[in-house]
């Protein structure tokens, strides 16, 4: 929740830090593209040292890192210092929900996961919903370093919780980083395995048990068969250190890239996150310069996105649970990743046209009530569809969820970064009503990336495995 409100706590506050740094408009959307940027792309290197590490480690590096960039933010006279501190707050709360949804993944089966991911979203998506609120009550009562200082103490707190709290959660044997290195270290030691043999194990390339399996669980170590002589012992998990090589954090970014299911939904997913950080952004100028709210009142009305949000994430997560527990019923009790994405086909189909609703609402300026219902609505059927989005991403790569939740963050962040930095100046050429019906139709179009996969992906992955099988048998 911590790392969503740090991404828009200042958002109500951006009038009085202009004022206060004497900064430009375009200074201001550094400080927000700058901290979007790193944060979508620093989980790459986190997802790295994690497998090295453990989670545990890697949540105490960057609540630090958290901690430090708060605190100077809170006393930075420049507008350059606090760009280059939010850069820094970024790198530190970026490990809190990529790596947060791996350890998810440590800890649920596949069947559980789509519930489980929307109530764990839901707490990501409190920091929309109450980050306009705090920040802009903290900005009216004091001034906008209220904020950080705010951000400073819940980050002392969520270094203390993970010191003492927290347990770790990581599991080699669903890592595929940490198998391919036991492989590669019982292969340098001689027993060789017959070429029918693989190191895994019931997986998807077996047809008659292709299914009725989570497929994490397929994944197991690489063991010795007991026919064939060996003079070395075999390795436990214990034996294994992973290496620099091991742990490169762009082999696995590759290995995510080239499956074609995989960007066809990262793809809408960045879109998403990039359309409602746009929202969220230019919604606050709108709400400021045309109905002269205050720091305080823009916040209350923000909260309305956030709401939508949370109960789009919550009900869409139960959703595509029920839909994907009938249709594997009704498939026969097999079950298969894409049909976690026919979940998200209803919010599909209405999230265009509330998103064109709300932008020619607010360029006719109209009753700021009604501008608040449809900030539910699009907030309630973007993260709906998001949920069922990013539940597939984890189901479709077993063994390698860490990579692709952080792949997922890179493309969300490099888009959001590219959505703040055109906002204002689109915005203030097109308006509102223009510039959301844009928003619409590229939503639009990135929705039919989503139904492509839903009747590609699954030959698609067959046919990626079967690759990697042969290698791996080579």
């Known amino acids: 929740m911590v790392s969503a409100l ?25 400080t927000l593209a700058a901290f979007m940027l790193i944060q979508g792309n620093f989980p790459l290197i986190w997802s790295a040292v994690a497998e090295i590490t453990g989670r545990k480690v890697v949540y105490l590096l960057s609540s630090a890192l958290f901690v430090v960039g708060s605190a100077i933010l809170a006393l930075s006279k420049t507008i350059e210092v606090m760009i ?52 802009g009550s903290l900005s009216q009562g004091f001034n906008w370093r209220a904020s950080f ?29 940490y198998c391919s290195a036991l492989q590669r270290r019982l292969a340098s030691q001689g027993p060789v395995r017959r070429p029918s043999e693989s190191t895994i194990v019931g997986s998807e390339f077996n047809e008659d048990k292709t299914h009725d399996k989570d497929l994490e669980k397929q994944f197991q170590l690489p063991v010795i068969p007991e026919e064939i002589p060996s003079v070395t012992p075999t390795l436990g998990p214990d034996d294994i250190r992973l290496s620099i090589k091991d742990i490169n954090p762009f082999p696995p970014y590759y290995q995510i890239l080239s499956r074609k299911n995989n960007v066809l939904i990262l793809i809408p997913n960045g879109l998403v996150f990039g359309f409602n950080y746009c929202l ?20 209350m009305v923000l909260l ?54 709300y932008g020619w609402m607010c360029d006719k300026h109209l009753n700021v009530a009604v501008i608040c219902v449809m900030l ?13 989005t990013l539940a597939y991403l984890v189901d479709a790569n077993p063994g390698r969820s860490a990579a692709a939740v952080a ?50 992906g699954e030959s698609w992955r067959k046919e990626n495995d079967e690759n990697e099988r042969k290698m791996l048998s080579k």
């Not at 958002?11 to 375009?26: E, F, Q, R, V, Y």
């Not at 109530?119 to 920091?127: D, I």
């Not at 493309?411 to 050429?429: D, E, K, T, W, Y």
């Not at 223009?434 to 590229?442: P, Q």
């Open 376 to 388: 539910v609505l699009v907030g309630f059927t973007s993260i709906w569809m998001y949920a069922g």
């Open 6 to 30: 740090a991404s828009n706590i200042q958002n109500p506050s951006n009038i009085l830090i202009a004022k206060d740094l004497h900064a430009t408009n375009n200074q201001i959307s550094w």
């Open 280 to 299: 969220s952004y230019t919604c606050e100028r709108t709400l400021a310069n045309a109905y002269g709210y205050n720091a305080l009142s823009v916040g």
């Open 84 to 135: 280059g501190m939010r850069a820094l707050q970024a790198a530190g709360s970026s490990a809190f929900l990529a790596i947060s949804a791996a350890t998810m993944a440590d800890i649920y089966e596949t069947h559980e996961r789509g519930t489980m991911m929307g109530v764990f979203y839901a707490a990501p998506l409190l920091g929309p919903a109450l980050g306009p609120i705090i920040g």
């Open 304 to 357: 309305c996105l956030g709401v939508g949000s949370i109960a789009g994430s919550i009900i869409g997560g139960r959703w595509s649970d029920r839909v994907v527990r009938k249709m594997k019923q009704a498939n026969g009790g097999q079950w298969y990743a894409e049909m976690r994405l026919e979940s998200s086909k209803l919010a599909m189909l209405w999230l265009p046209p509330c998103i064109i609703g």
């Open 149 to 177: 200082y705010f951000l400073l103490i819940c980050g002392v707190i969520i270094f203390l919780s993970f010191l003492i709290l927290f347990k770790d959660t990581y599991r080699c044997e669903r890592s595929l980083t």
């Open 407 to 456: 792949t997922n963050s890179s493309f969300r962040g490099s888009l959001a970064f590219i959505s703040a930095i055109i906002a204002v100046p689109l915005q203030n050429a097109w308006g509102d009503g223009i510039l959301f019906t844009a928003w619409a139709g590229v939503l639009a179009a990135a929705e039919l990336l989503i139904i492509i996969v839903v009747h590609k």
